[in-house]
Every structure is written in structure tokens, then in C-alpha cells.
């Protein structure tokens, strides 16, 4: 092997590898072992369900049975590639490529890593080929990619999915006849059979949209049936217009005539005066003199603050005679000065 290789392979070991897959294939045979005691014990429990007439308890306790069966098929497979790999262990630390006739059975070994719990070890071998052919090897037969490789059956029988009402009915026979029972399966073929149009999926078959009419024709049907009030309103009210008698309107015409004098415009009334004051003092405050205004919160506070008074001075009206002040004449003036 060239440097190149070690280098790129340094992450995987396989005496490593291969001490995994040897613990691995004893435990599935653990495992082998428990499952058909455990299963035989269910067996007689569904046959004691049969017998006493609890068919609804046996046919769900049916699907537990039918998992635990496809789990054990499921590992008799990954046993054997297990040993396959094993033995081969140095072709494939040899290459740096997977070899063609082994990629089957690693990559299936990597997808059965992640579903099969039972198997820790599964998980540490699918690193060991991660750090051999990169993640992207893993990561397409753990997603199932285009060729990557995996079992087809192996693949049927870790997928997660209810089983059909063909197997169910066919473990629920061998049941009863294993256990000697006369047990009439009619009931339970036609509970199973039978088609559940209240599921998410809906009614499998539909009724044709022109012999069930739509929302919107349903409405129009009830709104041509009930006649409109609004109708017969207008009608009633325009029977009483006819009734009513109206003055008649003499044709005058609105233009004026040319021979028609104008009357001369007047001139309005002078304003009124306001009183001649010299020197008097107005109390105003500045909503007299800027237009009302809402008082602040202080003047509300405080209405015994002091005014302002401001000076108004009006000049005196044209109107108003003002009479002459005479003054004295120079011989009274005279006459008046002592001699």
C-alpha cells in the first residue's frame, strides 16, 4: 500500500473492525433468542384475546407480533454480512476504493446502523467505514441515494410502516390454529377490509359537482325566491306623489331688463364711535388682545395675581365740536392789570 493510501485510510483499523463485527453477530443471536420467547408468549396472549371475543385488542396487539418478525428476519440478514465483511477484512484495508462485491454488504450495514438499537456496535463500524470512504458513502445508504447499494429486503423490513390487513388476517389465522380455537374470522376480515372514509385522506370517492349545486347557486336561489321589499316600497310611494296636487310655478323669466334703473349703492353706517378718553386705563389681559385663549394652570392657580394695565388712548371723533377757547384781548388784558 502506497503512502497516499495510509494516509488516506489512517483513520480506519481493522482488527478494530473486526473485533465489532464479532461482538455483533453473538448478540444478534441474543437477541434471536429472546425475541422468540417473547414472541411465543404473545402468540398465546392474542389466542386468549380470540377466544374470549376481544378481537379489536388482539388485531392491534397483531402489529407488535408482525414488527418483532421482520426485526428478527432483519438481523439474520445483517449477521451475514457481518461475517462476510469479516472475513474480508483484508481486501478491504488493502483498497482504497470499496470493492464492488462487498458494497452491498457494507452499505446495508450502514443503514442498518441508525435503526437497529439494539446493535451499538453497528454504529462504531459505520464510522470505521465513514473515515475509510468519507462521509458521503455513509451518508448515501443511510439516505438511500440512487445506487448506493443496500439490500432491498433489508430495506422492506426496517421501514417503518403500519402492516397491511392481508398479513394481520393471515398471523391472526395461524393463531387460532396453533392453538386449536374455532374462532370465525368473518368479523375481523370485514373490520379491516372495510374502506374509513373519515380519515386525513378523505372519501375515495366523490359526488360529481353538477348534481350537488354550489354555495353561491344555493344563495341565488333564496334570493330570487324572496321577493325585494325595496320594490314595492318605491312603488307605494310613487302612488302617493301621484296623488298629491302641487301649485303651479308662474314662467317668470330671471333676467333683468335693460330699461330697469339700478339702484345707487348707499354707504354702509360709519362704525360706532367709541368713547373719547384721554389718559384711561383699560383692564385687559392678553386674551382681550390676542383672541381667547384657554387660561394656563398658573392664572387657575393663582387668580390673585396682579393685572396688567395697559394704556388706550382713542383720538377724538371729526364729529365731536370742539369749541374755541377765546383767549383775552389785550385791552382787557390792560384793564384788568393794576394801575
Not at 439494539?118 to 475509510?132: H, R, S, T, W, Y
Not at 354702509?268 to 383699560?282: D, K, N
Amino acid at each position: 500500500m502506497s503512502m497516499i493510501d495510509s494516509f488516506l485510510t489512517r483513520g480506519f483499523k481493522a482488527s478494530k473492525c473486526k473485533t465489532l463485527l464479532k461482538l455483533t453477530i453473538p448478540r444478534i443471536k441474543l437477541l434471536r433468542n429472546r425475541k422468540e420467547l417473547s414472541l411465543k408468549q404473545m402468540r398465546r396472549d392474542i389466542a386468549k384475546l380470540l377466544e374470549t371475543g376481544q378481537e379489536a385488542t388482539a388485531r392491534i396487539r397483531v402489529e407488535h407480533i408482525i414488527r418483532e418478525e421482520n426485526m428478527m428476519a432483519a438481523q439474520e440478514i445483517i449477521e451475514l454480512f457481518c461475517e462476510l465483511i469479516a472475513v474480508r477484512l483484508p481486501i478491504i484495508e488493502a483498497q482504497r476504493e470499496c470493492p464492488l462485491d462487498l458494497k452491498e454488504a457494507i452499505s446495508s450495514v450502514c443503514f442498518a446502523a441508525p435503526r437497529c438499537a439494539d446493535l451499538p456496535e453497528l454504529m462504531q463500524v459505520q464510522m470505521a467505514f465513514a473515515a475509510k470512504y468519507g462521509k458521503e458513502f455513509v451518508g448515501a445508504a443511510t439516505e438511500l441515494m440512487p445506487n448506493c447499494g443496500v439490500n432491498r429486503q433489508l430495506i422492506e423490513l426496517l421501514s417503518v410502516r403500519a402492516p397491511s390487513p392481508e398479513k394481520k388476517l393471515k398471523l391472526l389465522k395461524e393463531i387460532a390454529e396453533e392453538h386449536e380455537l374455532d374462532w370465525d374470522p368473518a368479523p375481523s376480515e370485514s373490520e379491516l377490509f372495510k374502506s374509513h372514509e373519515d380519515l386525513l385522506n378523505g372519501p375515495s370517492q366523490f359526488v360529481s359537482g353538477s348534481t350537488v349545486p354550489s354555495p353561491n347557486e344555493k344563495n341565488d336561489e333564496i334570493l330570487q325566491s324572496v321577493p325585494a321589499p325595496g320594490a314595492e316600497e318605491c312603488s307605494d310611494s310613487e302612488d302617493s306623489f301621484d296623488q298629491l296636487e302641487f301649485p303651479e310655478v308662474p314662467n317668470v323669466s330671471l333676467r333683468r331688463e335693460p330699461d330697469a334703473e339700478v339702484a345707487p349703492l348707499q354707504p354702509s353706517a360709519p362704525p360706532p364711535e367709541l368713547p373719547h378718553a384721554t389718559g384711561t386705563y383699560i383692564n385687559t389681559d392678553d386674551n382681550t388682545l390676542h383672541g381667547a385663549k384657554p387660561e394656563s394652570p398658573k392664572s387657575l392657580a393663582n387668580p390673585r395675581e396682579s393685572k396688567q394695565f395697559v394704556p388706550f388712548i382713542c383720538p377724538p371723533s371729526p364729529s365731536l365740536s370742539i369749541p374755541p377757547v377765546s383767549l383775552p384781548s389785550r385791552e382787557n388784558s390792560q384793564s384788568l392789570s393794576p394801575s
